[in-house]
């Protein structure tokens, strides 16, 4: 059964980077039918899709998050991360990292997703 | 890119059916048959439950059905049950970038 799972720390200071890991096991993500992704929910709020990497490292941004927004993927360890530059209290929200399939798109697997707080 | 545009909320009593909107534009959910819809429970993560409009994952219950007409997709839920109270969201394919959510319906079963 593939599982992801979202690490790194749950505060980060105004205009800090948040830094964020995704680690997928029961599945290898070099697949070619699938992009990796990033979406957020801040308290209360809908979700926000922030953007999806390919095993390449081909990627798409939302336009809204582009400048301060890097997704990297590591093939050797199964692992795909977030950057998010100069962050402000907006920022705050739970953090889910999710497989999306291709030929559907659709994301059908998601990790628990991780609360990251920007406060001083 | 503009979110999609659903009810804030919707409910219905136990055993009825609800429909869910979904409006965006021609360049997403009108342009392309990849509707997905999410079922979120609070404090839980979003569950595939709809994807292509109107086909089902395995071992979601059929009681769940999509549809689209024009640039409005829409999600029914019948024979409504209590554990069907979240909120939804609806996702589109677009011109411009992979994936766009609707802002999100809480459905409450009176």
């Known amino acids: 059964q593939l599982q992801l799972q979202e690490s790194g720390p749950g505060l980060v200071k105004p205009s800090e980077t948040l830094s964020l890991t995704c680690t997928v096991s029961g599945g290898s993500i070099s697949s070619s039918s699938y992009y990796w992704g990033w979406i957020r929910q801040p308290p209360g709020k809908g979700l926000e899709w922030i953007g999806s990497i390919y095993y390449s490292g081909s990627t798409y941004y939302n336009p809204s998050l582009k400048s301060r927004v890097t997704i990297s993927v590591d093939t050797s360890k199964n692992q795909f991360s977030l950057k998010l530059s100069s962050v402000t209290a907006a920022d705050t929200a739970v953090y889910y990292c999710?497989?999306?399939?291709?030929?559907?798109?659709?994301?059908?697997?998601w990790g628990q997703g991780t609360l990251v707080t920007v406060s001083s | 890119q503009s979110a999609l545009t659903q009810p804030a909320s919707v409910s219905g009593s136990p055993g009825q059916s609800i429909t869910i909107s979904c409006t965006g534009t021609?360049?997403?959910?009108?342009?392309?048959?990849?509707v997905s819809w999410y079922q979120q429970h609070p404090g839980k993560a979003p569950k595939l439950m709809i994807y292509?409009?109107?086909n089902r994952p395995s071992g979601v219950s059929n009681r769940f059905s999509g549809s689209k007409s024009g640039n409005t997709a829409s999600l029914t839920i019948s024979g409504l049950q209590a554990e069907d109270e979240a909120d939804y969201y609806c996702s589109s394919y677009t011109s411009s970038s992979p994936v766009v959510f609707g802002g999100g319906t809480k459905l409450t079963v009176l």
């Open positions: 021609s360049s997403d959910v009108g342009g392309y048959n990849y």
């Open positions: 999710a497989r999306f399939v291709v030929v559907v798109a659709a994301n059908d697997y």
């Open positions: 292509e409009v109107s």
